[in-house]
């Protein structure tokens, strides 16, 4: 018996709207799907956003991520639950893996895909990319992000200070994933570095209780699902970029 294939899902940032036709697609043959969760990651907002798309009778299967700084228990609940994904596939089945946003942009996917492979390095694991936060942020602002040769930088706000500061300073825009714990400290460099006025606070996008708030107007305590959109510097809006061809472009 041939083992099952594992799909890696991103089911985007929270509104089932944003889910992708190959996201859908997928979690409609699945026998089972896996879910993270821990105290930070909302176990029941990624499957009310599947929920819809999914076959009767699928198996839901919950796998905690341990939310702590230990190493070695992260990599011992990150290598279980990677067996107990492997054991599953091992039946012949398929089953999903869901996560919030991209499943390889700051996912706890990541962890899992390096412990199947160290299980077994031809797990068959397919990878659908999801919408990630910081795209939904910016359409609903209604702000180009970047364009022609600026940069973008994408950081949380674990990033260590001295390197998050440096990288704003270059940065033509900066998205800052998780600012909640270090709000303070990032809103003074952001002043320092004369960013204040690109910036805004995006709390729960797409979701039931979104806010939208500039500098100014943060509140000292807010939402894990919230992201620091520093756009491009004003003096870019106003010149615009270069006329040169681009993806769009039909010269």
């Known amino acids: 018996m041939n083992p099952g294939i594992l799909y890696g899902i991103g089911v985007g940032p929270g509104d089932p709207d944003l889910?992708?036709?190959?996201?859908?697609?997928?979690?409609?043959?699945?026998?089972?799907?896996?879910?993270?969760?821990?105290?930070k990651n909302d176990f029941s907002l990624a499957l009310d956003i599947i929920r819809p798309h999914l076959r009767d009778r699928v198996d839901l299967r919950r796998l905690d991520?341990?939310?702590?700084?230990?190493?070695?228990?992260?990599?011992?609940?990150?290598?279980?639950?990677?067996?107990?994904?492997m054991d599953y596939l091992a039946t012949g089945s398929n089953a999903a893996f869901i996560t919030l946003g991209d499943p390889l942009v700051?996912?706890?996917?990541?962890?899992?895909?390096?412990?199947l492979r160290a299980l077994n390095p031809t797990v068959d694991v397919r990878i659908i990319p999801g919408i990630t936060s910081f795209q939904a942020a910016s359409a609903r602002l209604g702000e180009v992000l970047v364009e022609g040769d600026e940069c973008l930088v994408v950081a949380t706000?674990?990033?260590d200070p001295a390197k998050l500061k440096a990288l704003l300073e270059i940065a033509d825009a900066a998205i800052v994933l998780k600012?909640?714990?270090?709000?303070?400290?990032?809103?003074?460099m952001l002043e320092k570095l004369g960013r204040a006025r690109d910036t805004r606070?995006?709390?729960?996008?797409?979701?039931?209780?979104?806010?939208i708030a500039s500098l100014d107007q943060m509140a000292e305590s807010i939402s894990y699902f919230s992201l620091l959109h520093v756009g491009r510097r004003k003096e870019l809006e106003v010149a615009g970029p270069p006329n040169e061809p681009g993806e769009g472009s039909r010269e």
């Open 106 to 115: 700051y996912s706890t996917f990541g962890h899992l895909l390096r412990g």
């Open 201 to 211: 606070l995006v709390v729960r996008c797409g979701l039931p209780g979104e806010k």
């Open 65 to 85: 991520f341990p939310m702590t700084r230990d190493d070695a228990v992260r990599r011992l609940a990150r290598l279980e639950n990677a067996r107990l994904i």
């Open 179 to 188: 600012p909640a714990k270090r709000l303070g400290g990032l809103k003074s």
């Open 19 to 39: 889910l992708t036709l190959a996201a859908a697609k997928a979690l409609a043959s699945v026998d089972a799907v896996f879910a993270p969760a821990s105290t």
């Open 157 to 159: 706000g674990n990033t």
